[in-house]
């Protein structure tokens, strides 16, 4: 397993303490080495102006008694100090009246003024220290004492604090580093641990491993125990997450296998009734019949037409239980969608409806590239029904025209069939489609009253709608969408 | 000779209009009834009740019912259509039922033609009518194995 690399957070570590280190250190050495070098400052002065005094006292009586020599003397003497670059003594008027120089090679140099207030004064200019004092004796001024020193000592001491400055934060450096490395083992390494385990949980989705505590509980210990908690929960809601999809799947097959029981029920239920039911039927058809012919001369008029009417009891619930089972097999079916050209099949219905009822004009019109989604032999059905029908409704008139198109109702596209007939009235719209619903008596139009429920139920099967519109003896449209 | 119809028929009543019927087409033909599929297969084969019978004389047409005792419509037309003497004798299947299955399975077993035997006697009779005038008069029948 590739380990996350510790870059990230160790250097912070790292780089926090040394900064810290580094600063402090800094701050420390900087007031030190300041304080030190204000020091040594005020005290090469103060040691210059004593070798000063002692050079100015010792030149009084030569001045005094004018003898440059023994001035030049006592400031040779002035050797043993190191730093003194040159010296010289100057009579009240400002002549010089002794020298010394360190080096061999002296310049010619100014005197500067001492201002009249003070006895001695001194500056430090272009690297060097400026001394001068008046030499006073039995409180008159007599002369001037000049000293010029470097400054080598001090710029060789702070050469050397920076020594050790430079050293010291090196060794605070490496001791940084070196703890920085005993840190991250206690704060970062269970941190780097937790991002390493989360990514590694969060790519594998493998809710089951969890991080090791550290057991020291400070934060990155309570965030790995609520992190492995987190994962406890994940772990427990996905178990629970799949046993309810589990059982939903059961149940799902269970319902599933009791909706195929129930349908085989119905369908052994709609053998029986297609078989069983109609045999009696035509025994009373038959024999009533049989009644009709072979005892006709010993029947009155009353007797023959109570047999017609046995007869005819009889077809009709025939033409009943064929319509229910056929309503029962559209419920059943299975529907197979596919693209499906309406305007042909209208116009194969229509050629039948045509062909089935040759003596009659019926002007079919049927729009062209209709096309739809659905079962092509449910949707047969639904034509065959509606068309069948308005064939049917119209043909009392004289002249049947019957429609088949597209249209756009409330917005939406519906197909609607429409014919110039007996119609209906509108009043009782709402019972057109209900099983055995006529509007019309048997006597007026034949018919059972199953057609539209069958064409509801098909409709309803692929998700659309059906409604109707029609007013009495001017025709009906009804409109569907699938 | 006139050859037999043998029409396979649990149901008297049913098999008193069918004779009816019949005979109100003047189809003279001997009709043997046999009231269950295993009396249509004795027949058809010379065994049990009909032991003895001479099985190359084979019926003209045989009118099949579907839901009979015994032996069911659709085991006597396998069990036709599987032995040789009995191959390529003409199966109507004349029953109440309509369903797709039925359909299906009729055909599949070779039966020549399915009709659905009607409510309304008057269509029952034009129905025996057609079956008389297709079966025994305008179909060409198989050659018999030996005539």
Known sequence: MPRITHRSITKKLTRMNMLVSGAALCIACVAFVAYDLVSFRQAMVYNLSIQAQMAGSNSVSPLLFNDPQAAENTLSALKAAPNVISAGIYTLDGRPFATYWRDRNGQGQMLPKVPATQTEAHWFKDGQLVLVRTIVFEGKPTGTVYIRSDLREMTHRLKRYAGIAAIVLSASLIAALLVASIFQRAVAEPIVHLAEIARTVSREKSYGMRATPTGKRDEPDILIGAFNEMLGQIQERDGALQQAHDELERRVEERTAQLAAANKELEAFSYSVSHDLRAPLRSIDGFSMALLEDYADRLDEEGKVHLQRIRAATQRMGMLIDDLLNLSRMTRAEIRKETVNLSSLARSVAEGLQEAQPERRIDFRIEDRLEATADPRLVRVVLENLLGNACKFTSKKTSACIEFGKTRQNGNSAYFVRDNGAGFDPAYANRLFGAFQRLHGATEFPGTGIGLATVQRIIHRHGGQIWAEGAVEKGATFYFNL | ?147
């Open chain 2, 1 to 147: 000779m006139d050859k037999a119809i043998l029409l396979v028929e649990d149901n008297p009543d049913d098999e008193a209009l069918t004779l009816r019927a019949l005979k109100k087409n003047n189809i003279k033909n001997e009709v043997v009834i046999a009231h269950d599929g295993a009396e249509a297969l004795d027949y058809l084969f010379g065994t049990g009740k009909y032991a003895g019978r001479n099985t190359d004389v084979l019926p003209q047409v045989v009118l099949l019912d579907l839901k009979l005792p015994k032996v069911e419509g659709l085991e006597v037309l396998r069990r036709v259509r599987a032995d040789k003497r009995t191959k390529l004798l003409p199966v109507v299947i004349l029953t109440s039922s309509n369903e797709e299955q039925d359909r299906i399975d009729g055909y599949g077993l070779g039966a020549n033609s399915y009709v659905r035997k009607p409510v309304d006697f008057n269509q029952f009779i034009d129905a025996a009518r057609h079956l008389g005038l297709y079966w025994l008069i305008l179909n060409e029948p198989p050659p018999s194995r030996r005539s």
